[in-house]
């Protein structure tokens, strides 16, 4: 069996790779850029354009199992080109999709859920991995500068993310599934600049922001006006969903949630200038 992935050079993308070798799998690695490609010995490097669907059809040769993003070109526009990628993987003999849900309704996702496939949708809740936003600050002053330092996160390690879609291509059971994933315990900011200490064997400083210094800082750094909005949104008042631990990960691989402990130790060396 072979297994074409999407969106391979991110965050999730090379879990879900590194997971599905793990399972003995053959992995194909989709990119638009084949130099900036790195993976590890075994992995077929593939280059193709979610965007323009015509140059995925030597890529899906063979393929069994699909997974795909909802977001494609360099703004993170929403795809459009779901109806006929879907044509494309059905005519080249996929059996089963999986998509990684991009925060709500996307045309991609809404055409996998209506085509003949076997699928599943992958929704985590804010990934571990967003905590890297802070490795710039906290090697040179030791100190996160965060507003809403009381919000509530039952983040997800991204390796369970991969982990999950991993299982979904390739075992019978999963089709037509959202499998809502999140972590093992319901974190605040405090909790997380703790175990980053911890891990880093450094104390760091929590700087609480207001609202006004937040989006000052966010500007600062280049946000656009819409995701400042909605970090204020969702920072201020986090949807139940975000802050409600579940048994997925579990229920789905066998194996307990990782923790944000076990994420910061394996990402301790961003944090240490």
């Given at each position: 069996m072979t297994n074409?992935?999407?969106?391979?050079?991110?965050t999730v993308g090379r879990r879900i790779v590194a997971e599905l070798l793990d399972r003995g799998q053959a992995v194909r690695a989709l990119t638009r850029d084949l130099t900036k490609a790195d993976f590890p010995e075994g992995v077929e490097v593939v280059e193709g354009d979610l965007t323009d669907p015509e140059t995925l059809v030597a890529a899906l040769q063979g393929v069994t199992g699909l997974h795909l993003i909802t977001f494609g070109g360099p703004y993170f526009t929403p795809l459009e080109t779901g109806p006929?990628?879907?044509?494309?993987?059905?005519?080249?003999?996929v059996r089963r999709v999986t998509v990684l849900n991009g925060g709500g309704d996307t045309p991609l996702e809404t055409a996998v859920r209506e085509s003949g496939f076997a699928w599943t949708v992958?929704?985590?809740?804010?990934f571990m991995a967003n905590a890297l936003s802070w490795a710039d600050g906290i090697r040179e002053?030791?100190?996160?500068?965060e507003p809403f330092t009381d919000r509530l996160s039952a983040m997800v390690h991204e390796g369970d993310i991969g982990a999950v879609a991993a299982v979904a291509?390739?075992?019978?059971?999963?089709?037509?599934?959202?499998y809502l994933l999140s972590g093992p315990r319901v974190l605040t900011v405090k909790d997380k600049t703790t175990a980053l200490a911890r891990a880093r064997g450094r104390d760091i400083t929590l700087v609480e922001l207001g609202r006004d210094e937040?989006?000052?800082?966010?500007r600062a750094a280049g946000q656009p006006e819409d995701v400042i909005e909605f970090l204020l949104e969702v920072y201020?008042?986090?949807p139940e969903v975000g802050r409600t631990v579940n048994d997925t990960v579990r229920r789905v691989t066998g194996?307990?949630?990782?923790?944000f402990d076990e994420w910061a130790t394996e990402h301790a060396a961003a944090f240490t200038a």
């Open positions: 074409l992935v999407a969106g391979a050079t991110g006929r990628i879907l044509e494309l993987a059905g005519e080249a003999g992958v929704m985590p809740v804010e002053t030791d100190e996160v500068r291509l390739t075992e019978e059971g999963h089709a037509g599934q959202t937040a989006i000052a800082q966010w201020g008042n986090t194996r307990p949630a990782r923790t």
